[in-house]
């Protein structure tokens, strides 16, 4: 499962933590969980990580919620 959910993302484009959850059979709880296991593993970062100016003149401030809890949108870009 962790190698269907890495290739969503790296497929691209927003996805949200239900919806990945739909597409893999699985709970968003379980999505949010092999998300952060695939952080520690250095497989993916959350963008806005590395946002040093915070989300002014980001092109993704309308999608992206960094530091997000469950059930709001956070994304994800491979590592």
Do not use: F, N
């Not at 990580?49 to 949108?73: E, I, M, N």
């Amino acid at each position: 499962m962790l190698e269907r959910l890495l290739a969503e993302i790296r497929s691209g484009g927003p996805l949200e933590i239900s919806s990945l959850a739909a597409r893999l059979g699985t709970s968003p709880a379980m999505v949010a969980a092999l998300l952060e296991h695939l952080q520690r593993l250095g497989y993916i970062q959350p963008y806005g990580d590395d946002c040093g100016d915070g989300c002014r003149g980001c092109s993704l401030s309308q999608t992206c919620s960094p530091g997000a809890s469950l059930g709001k949108v956070r994304l994800w870009k491979a590592g």
